[in-house]
């Protein structure tokens, strides 16, 4: 029976081997042993230990990662090349579309493909395992359909699949490792083999090892002789292994200090007050980072001159090329029968690959911006946008970059166009990265190595490369490939203060480690869950139960914390301001190593155990207004001399005191966007159908019930054809915005229906009137004034939103409060409760004649709210216990105006111009850039 | 950003940094690393090639050209009877092996293409495939310096051309 000799963490992995080996190896003979590691790195640390011990130059053993002997081994006996997972999938897929089997799945590749990347890790696992395909005739029926299709075709697909492989020539890392499971003894020299520090083995990977140990191998694994993990109790069950702890001394636990920081930020800026001036040696500092993402965060919050080596996977995605290429399909793919959203199109322009491409930019491209502004449409041809701008410079991106999209057809073009896209955007910045002398540089470059070498040429020299494929599928492919990619940050491991990600620190060990982001979620890190292959259907299917990814995550987690001598700890705590993401939670691993401390100091901690990193915000201290001085006042007055003081005008102050101020103190109109559609366009068009429908029915009588919709329909569909709108909007957007429209028309008219006759007395009036006492003018805009019963009553359409009113109750409840509102932020909040239909009230205090004013909420949910009257008067209301006449005189004489004589006094003598409490919607405020007292809201 | 990192620099081809000279270079030593022997057969050739192409995973381009180049750049250069020397069977030697120095406490790890074990003495070999120049002298003889430090003796060492065939001996 052989052994395996057990290192523990703290002993330091691969100090400890290169001490042994040093001490039963001479040195001579070092370069026939040969050593295999889980990592290149962390052979290169074994090889910088080695030269420790010794010294001097000398011949180290060689060195493989398994990955690599496999990859060398199987190539002799077998020289076809391995095919990426995408081409896999490719060829999957057309097995697939081989009659009897997956009709729907096989109906494109790009529904297929995230299903073939997903099967094709479930062949290679089993290959790994040494199983035979099976089918699953009758799968769990929770599994998803397309799933459920695939397993019940397994052993068909497994054998076609081996025979495909063979007939192309090509093979998988999977099939190599069970090539060599089967053949490494025959063809393998008898020699000194080293297999060391290994967590969980596939089947192939254990025979290898037992290959390796027939050759007169020994092996090294990495974890305490008394607590050893299941996984490894395996490799000793499989192999016939005696376990057998590797003398050393005892050690003490490491210092761990957790630190509790609210945001990443000061979590990286109390890192770096704990980092040495200088790092003489490549095991003295780590930072292990467990999400990829706050690396830039950390490398801006660093000291300079730090020498830093990262060693993780950062995800292209995230990448300057990668969002620039993504933006570009974007673009091209959310166009509008030729026309680009011009939204997206300036936003692309401005992206730091071109904003500098423009002669005189960036004025240049403010004119650009302009003159698109000014024109409106949220689509245009790209001739349009030439003709509009007169920017030679532009016609040229659009043949550098959008054109030739037009003519796509095949993955190679695709690619090729990326390429010279890429090629073209890069022109000014290439010098910069060839010489790389910018951090940012030298990291893009890694970014453009894994475009150039990992994604493009998927596209250019793969079986798929000529198959005529659809723009959108060509798309759907680079997004898939470019979600699962990630940049290797490959440094110098040797050198300064060492940046990693879990996976990257196998068998390492460092005098202090500093892990940031220990929350759930991050450490471990989610677990991906095949939807082929859920746990369950393991034994099913023939595999063993996996060796999960959370346990290996603990694995390797914990034996890193062992082997340093200080641990500082970062976790987040705070809770998310939305409800829909739950409150971070530090890790599980935390917890464990707080309970371990409490079991050795035999008492519960206390918050003395947890470093709180002081914050010091300074909260934002809300303002309750923009002050109103002098001059302010003194405008104010004048604005109410010059101009009429209208409805909106006084809304936009109950409003919002502020965005009064913004709109007609000083004048600023809000900015004028680009956008599809704005429901103001259509109300007013509305209003103009509305207006030619009834006009000849001005001054007679109009009898709903004789009258035809169509009429109003016919003429809504006419203006609506000669309105900007219908020619700028997309076609489904357009025929929901008729439908809609109509239907509201229609269901108005049937509404008219259960009135009797009435008289159209004004349309689209015009009032004014002068109050004699204040001296002020007021005007407004009537959109119909009607005859019921000798009664008049002011109409007014609504065409959107909600409409706010004062209920009988609460307007009966009017007649006996004081109606005095004080100059401050309390007495505008009262104003505004009281005066939510301000508009009716305005109308019926400047037509006097009227007994009734009512809102047509065209846009009203149900057709029950189609009528809003104010007084709820008949025939719009049918409540039985309204107003007396007295009372609607003592609303209509004394409240009503009361009530807009303490709203204007409050305007002139408010010492502020007040944001209300709550506040409005900041976030959709035209002033919201202007307004230093906007809320996050 | 200011902190000084250390990256590897991988050539791109969008800069003009890969060329298909080099990627041929990187083959055809490859192609040598696994070519154990050579007695003059043209399938222990391509054996070696197609060994070394096997390492190359898909998507690579132009792989059938690749094979046919490699096998005519190789089968060319063993006419030369010095290099087919190189390559008589059993031989013992090592390749593609890294020797390790500490230079100012930092770690260098050098990787001769190969060392073979002669009666008379280690030769270290190596290849280029290109036209040999000055610059490659000067890369052979550290080598020649620093293995003669593990050895205790002076070393011999000569430099393969492929393509022209080529060999020179360099002295340390």
């Known amino acids: ?937 | 950003m200011k902190v000084r990192l250390f990256q590897q620099r991988r050539p791109l081809r969008l800069l003009g940094e890969r060329d298909e000279e080099r990627l041929e270079g990187e083959m055809a030593h490859l192609a040598l690393y696994f070519l154990s022997s050579y007695t003059g057969k043209q399938e222990e050739l391509e054996q070696a090639v197609h060994q070394a192409l096997a390492l190359y995973p898909e998507p690579l381009e132009r792989r059938e050209h690749h094979f046919r180049t490699l096998v005519e750049t190789l089968s060319q250069a063993l006419k030369e009877p010095r290099i087919r020397a190189l390559f008589k069977p059993g031989l013992k030697d090592l390749r593609e092996h890294p020797y390790v120095k500490l230079r100012s406490s930092n770690l260098e790890i050098h990787r001769p293409d190969r060392i073979i074990f002669f009666p008379e003495g280690p030769l270290v070999v190596e290849y280029k495939l290109a036209r040999l120049q000055s610059s490659h002298v000067l890369q052979l003889r550290e080598y020649l310096r620093d293995l003669s430090r593990i050895w205790k003796a002076p070393l011999r060492g000569v430099l393969v051309g492929l393509r022209p065939p080529a060999y020179r001996e360099v002295k340390p």
């Open chain 1, 1 to 937: 029976m052989k052994r395996a000799l057990f290192i523990p963490p703290e002993a330091g992995f691969l100090k400890t081997l290169a001490r042994w080996f040093k001490e039963h190896h001479p040195v001579r003979e070092w370069p026939e042993a040969t050593f295999i590691f889980p990592t290149r790195r962390a052979g290169l640390y074994f090889q910088y230990y080695l030269a420790q011990e010794l010294k001097a130059p000398f011949l180290p053993p060689r060195i493989y990662t398994l990955g690599d002997f496999i990859n060398e081994w199987a190539a002799r006996l077998d020289p076809r090349p391995l095919i990426p997972a995408a081409e896999r999938a490719w060829w999957l897929y057309r097995l697939a579309q081989r009659p009897p089997l997956f009709g729907s799945l096989s109906e494109s590749f790009d529904r297929f493909l995230p299903w073939g990347l997903k099967l094709s890790e479930v062949l290679e696992e089993l290959e790994k395992e040494e199983v035979e395909p099976r089918d699953l005739p009758y799968p769990p029926e929770d599994l998803p359909p397309a799933a459920q299709e695939l397993l019940a075709h397994l052993a068909q697909i497994g054998e076609d699949y081996r025979r495909l492989r063979e007939e192309k020539d090509f093979t998988t890392p999977a099939e190599r490792s069970r090539l060599l499971a089967k053949k490494l003894g025959e063809v393998l020299p008898p020699g000194k083999y080293y297999f060391c520090g290994f967590a969980a083995l596939s089947q192939t990977e254990k025979k290898i090892l037992g290959h390796l140990l027939e050759a007169g191998g020994e092996v090294f694994f990495e974890a305490p002789m008394e607590e050893r993990p299941e996984f490894l109790e395996d490799i000793l069950n499989f192999l016939h292994l005696r376990p057998e702890a590797f003398p050393s001394s005892k050690f003490r636990p490491p210092r761990i200090t957790f630190r509790v920081a609210a945001d990443v930020h000061q979590e990286c800026e109390n890192l770096a007050r704990l980092l040495p001036r200088s790092v003489k040696a490549p095991d003295e500092v780590l930072i292990l980072l467990p999400i990829a993402s706050h690396l830039l965060p950390l490398l801006y919050s660093l000291p300079s001159e730090v020498p830093l080596n990262i060693t993780l996977g950062y995800p292209l995605r995230r990448s300057l090329p990668a969002a620039f290429l993504l933006h570009l399909i974007d673009l091209y793919e959310k166009r509008l029968a030729q026309r680009y959203p011009a939204t997206l199109y300036l936003a692309f322009l401005k992206h730091p690959y071109l904003r500098t491409r423009l002669p005189d930019s960036p004025k240049a491209l403010r004119r650009i911006e302009t003159r698109l502004r000014e024109h409106g449409s949220p689509y245009l041809t790209l001739e349009e946008i030439e003709a509009l701008t007169e920017n030679p410079a532009l016609k040229e991106m659009h043949e550098e970059f959008l054109r030739p999209f037009e003519t796509l057809k095949t993955p190679r073009q695709f690619a090729q166009l990326l390429y010279q896209v890429l090629d073209q955007a890069l022109e000014p910045f290439k010098e910069n990265l060839k010489t790389a002398q910018d951090n940012q540089d030298l990291l893009a470059r890694h970014f453009l190595w894994t475009l150039e070498n990992e994604i493009l040429p998927l596209f250019t020299t793969s079986p798929l490369a000529d198959e005529p494929l659809k723009p959108e599928t060509l798309f759907r492919l680079f997004r898939e490939l470019l979600a699962g990619a990630k940049a290797p940050f490959e440094g110098e491991p040797l050198q300064g203060l060492q940046v990693m990600g879990l996976l990257e620190t196998r068998l390492l060990c460092f005098r202090r480690v500093i892990v940031l982001d220990a929350n759930e979620g991050a450490l471990p890190s989610p677990e991906e869950i095949n939807p082929l292959l859920p746990e369950g259907l393991r034994p099913a299917l023939g595999l063993p139960p996996r060796s999960r990814q959370e346990v290996l995550e603990r694995f390797h987690f914990f034996r890193l914390i062992r082997a340093a001598r200080e641990v500082d700890i970062f976790y987040l705590s705070v809770t998310e301001p939305s409800p829909r993401k739950p409150p971070l939670v530090r890790s599980r691993y935390v917890e464990r190593l707080l309970w371990e401390k409490e079991q050795r100091q035999r008492r519960l901690l206390g918050p003395e155990a947890l470093n709180h990193l002081p914050l010091t915000l300074k909260p934002p201290r809300w303002e309750t207004g923009l002050p109103k001085g002098k001059a302010e006042k003194e405008a104010l007055e004048k604005l109410l001399q010059e101009r009429e003081i209208s409805a909106s005008f006084l809304e936009t102050y109950l409003d919002c005191a502020a965005k009064f101020y913004f709109r007609y103190l000083l004048g600023l109109r809000p900015p004028e966007r680009i956008s599809e559609y704005d429901p103001a366009e259509l109300g007013e068009l509305i209003h103009r159908v509305l207006e030619l429908y009834f006009k000849p029915y001005q001054g007679r009588y109009y009898s709903p019930a004789e009258e035809d919709p169509e009429a109003l329909l016919e003429i809504f569909r006419r203006e609506f054809r000669r309105h900007p709108l219908y020619h700028r909007l997309g076609p489904e957007r357009r025929l929901f915005i008729s439908r809609t429209a109509e239907f509201r028309l229609r269901r108005y008219l049937a509404r008219l229906k259960e009135f009797p006759p009435f008289q159209i007395v004004k349309i689209e009036e015009e009032v004014r009137y002068t109050h004699p006492q204040w001296g002020l003018r007021f005007y407004g805009r009537i959109d119909r004034i009607d005859r019921f019963d000798q009664k008049e009553v002011i109409l007014d359409y609504k065409t959107g939103g909600r409409i706010r009113s004062l209920s009988l109750k609460r307007l009966k409840a009017l007649l006996e409060e004081p109606l005095d509102a004080p100059p401050t932020l309390e007495g505008l909040r009262h104003l505004k409760e009281r005066m939510p239909d301000l508009q009716l009230m305005l109308y019926l205090f400047l037509w006097q004649q009227a007994e009734e004013a009512v809102y047509i909420h065209l846009a009203a949910g149900k057709g029950s709210e189609l009528f809003k009257p104010l007084l709820y008067q008949p025939p719009f209301s049918s409540v039985r216990e309204g107003f007396s006449p007295a009372e609607i005189q003592k609303l209509r004489q004394e409240t009503f105006p009361k009530l807009l004589e303490s709203l204007l006094n409050h305007l002139l003598e408010a010492p502020a111009f007040f944001v209300p409490e709550p506040p409005p919607r900041c976030r959709y405020c035209d002033y919201r850039y202007a307004c230093p007292l906007r809320r996050p809201c």
